[in-house]
Protein backbone atom coordinates (compact mmCIF):
# COMPACT_ATOMS: atom_id res chain seq x y z
CA UNK A 1 0.00 0.00 0.00
CA UNK A 2 2.91 2.50 1.09
CA UNK A 3 3.96 1.75 -2.57
CA UNK A 4 1.24 2.49 -4.31
CA UNK A 5 1.17 5.88 -2.48
CA UNK A 6 4.72 6.51 -3.71
CA UNK A 7 4.16 5.70 -7.17
CA UNK A 8 0.23 7.47 -7.66
CA UNK A 9 2.45 10.45 -5.91
CA UNK A 10 4.98 10.68 -8.64
CA UNK A 11 2.89 10.35 -11.61
CA UNK A 12 0.35 13.23 -10.30
CA UNK A 13 3.94 15.53 -9.85
CA UNK A 14 5.60 14.26 -13.00
CA UNK A 15 2.23 15.14 -14.72
CA UNK A 16 2.02 18.90 -13.00
CA UNK A 17 5.61 19.97 -13.71
CA UNK A 18 6.07 22.98 -15.89
CA UNK A 19 8.89 21.73 -17.62
CA UNK A 20 9.26 21.32 -21.20
CA UNK A 21 10.69 19.05 -23.06
CA UNK A 22 12.20 18.97 -26.54
CA UNK A 23 13.69 16.58 -28.89
CA UNK A 24 17.41 17.12 -29.58
CA UNK A 25 17.84 18.48 -32.94
CA UNK A 26 19.15 16.06 -35.66
CA UNK A 27 20.70 18.23 -38.03
CA UNK A 28 21.61 22.37 -38.62
CA UNK A 29 18.30 22.60 -40.55
CA UNK A 30 16.23 21.25 -37.05
CA UNK A 31 17.74 23.53 -34.82
CA UNK A 32 17.71 26.37 -37.07
CA UNK A 33 13.47 25.65 -37.56
CA UNK A 34 13.04 24.45 -34.00
CA UNK A 35 14.70 27.92 -32.88
CA UNK A 36 13.38 30.35 -35.37
CA UNK A 37 9.93 28.54 -34.44
CA UNK A 38 10.17 29.01 -30.77
CA UNK A 39 10.57 32.95 -31.74
CA UNK A 40 7.37 33.40 -34.03
CA UNK A 41 5.76 31.16 -31.51
CA UNK A 42 6.39 33.58 -28.53
CA UNK A 43 7.85 29.99 -26.88
CA UNK A 44 11.24 31.62 -25.45
CA UNK A 45 11.94 28.44 -23.43
CA UNK A 46 11.89 26.58 -26.43
CA UNK A 47 14.19 28.78 -28.66
CA UNK A 48 16.35 28.77 -25.48
CA UNK A 49 16.60 25.15 -25.54
CA UNK A 50 17.97 25.42 -29.10
CA UNK A 51 20.40 28.35 -29.05
CA UNK A 52 24.23 28.02 -27.70
CA UNK A 53 24.12 28.73 -23.66
CA UNK A 54 26.63 31.74 -23.53
CA UNK A 55 25.66 35.44 -21.94
CA UNK A 56 25.73 37.10 -24.91
CA UNK A 57 23.09 34.98 -26.50
CA UNK A 58 20.73 35.12 -23.33
CA UNK A 59 20.72 38.78 -23.41
CA UNK A 60 19.88 39.11 -26.94
CA UNK A 61 16.66 35.92 -26.53
CA UNK A 62 16.07 38.37 -23.63
CA UNK A 63 15.51 41.35 -25.27
CA UNK A 64 14.22 39.50 -28.52
CA UNK A 65 11.61 37.99 -26.04
CA UNK A 66 10.71 42.01 -24.25
CA UNK A 67 10.23 43.15 -27.92
CA UNK A 68 7.84 40.20 -28.68
CA UNK A 69 6.10 40.74 -25.29
CA UNK A 70 5.59 44.26 -26.06
CA UNK A 71 3.60 43.44 -29.44
CA UNK A 72 -0.13 43.40 -29.60
CA UNK A 73 -1.82 40.46 -29.23
CA UNK A 74 -3.07 40.30 -33.35
CA UNK A 75 0.76 41.00 -34.20
CA UNK A 76 1.63 38.75 -32.12
CA UNK A 77 -0.74 35.99 -33.46
CA UNK A 78 0.34 37.00 -36.67
CA UNK A 79 3.82 36.03 -35.74
CA UNK A 80 3.19 32.71 -34.39
CA UNK A 81 0.72 31.63 -37.18
CA UNK A 82 3.78 32.50 -40.01
CA UNK A 83 5.53 30.28 -41.83
CA UNK A 84 9.18 29.87 -41.95
CA UNK A 85 10.76 30.26 -44.94
CA UNK A 86 14.15 28.66 -45.68
CA UNK A 87 16.13 30.66 -48.58
CA UNK A 88 18.95 28.69 -47.90
CA UNK A 89 20.82 26.36 -46.11
CA UNK A 90 25.00 27.34 -46.96
CA UNK A 91 26.81 24.77 -45.02
CA UNK A 92 30.35 26.89 -43.99
CA UNK A 93 32.01 23.71 -42.66
CA UNK A 94 30.71 20.09 -41.16
CA UNK A 95 29.98 21.91 -37.72
CA UNK A 96 29.06 25.30 -38.78
CA UNK A 97 25.55 26.34 -40.91
CA UNK A 98 23.90 29.72 -41.60
CA UNK A 99 20.71 29.97 -42.54
CA UNK A 100 19.43 32.57 -44.72
CA UNK A 101 15.38 32.99 -44.16
CA UNK A 102 11.88 35.09 -43.70
CA UNK A 103 8.67 34.77 -42.58
CA UNK A 104 5.81 34.89 -44.06
CA UNK A 105 3.76 37.78 -41.84
CA UNK A 106 6.99 40.22 -42.04
CA UNK A 107 9.15 38.76 -44.79
CA UNK A 108 12.01 40.28 -43.57
CA UNK A 109 15.51 38.43 -44.73
CA UNK A 110 17.37 37.47 -41.81
CA UNK A 111 20.11 34.98 -40.79
CA UNK A 112 21.45 32.53 -37.89
CA UNK A 113 24.26 30.60 -37.15
CA UNK A 114 24.09 26.78 -36.48
CA UNK A 115 27.26 25.23 -34.93
CA UNK A 116 27.75 21.45 -33.75
CA UNK A 117 29.34 21.77 -30.55
CA UNK A 118 29.71 18.64 -28.24
CA UNK A 119 27.25 16.19 -30.18
CA UNK A 120 24.73 19.00 -30.43
CA UNK A 121 23.30 21.91 -32.96
CA UNK A 122 22.33 25.18 -31.48
CA UNK A 123 21.86 28.22 -32.75
CA UNK A 124 24.97 31.13 -32.04
CA UNK A 125 22.17 33.38 -31.80
CA UNK A 126 24.56 36.80 -31.53
CA UNK A 127 25.52 35.89 -35.21
CA UNK A 128 22.73 37.63 -36.24
CA UNK A 129 23.38 40.59 -34.55
CA UNK A 130 27.07 40.68 -35.24
CA UNK A 131 27.69 38.59 -38.46
CA UNK A 132 31.02 37.21 -36.95
CA UNK A 133 31.81 33.55 -37.97
Same mark, same amino acid.
Given at each position: ???? #??? #???????????? @???? @?????????????????????????? %?????????????????? %??????????? %?????????????????????????????????? @?????????????????????
Amino acid at each position: MKYA #FII #FCSIIFSSCSNE @KSYP @KAENALDAGREFIDGCLKGDFTKAAF %YMTDDPRNKDLLATQQKN %YSAKSKPEQQE %YFNASIIIIEDAVVNDSTHIINYHNSYDKTGRKV @KVVLHNDLWQVDFKYTFDGNL
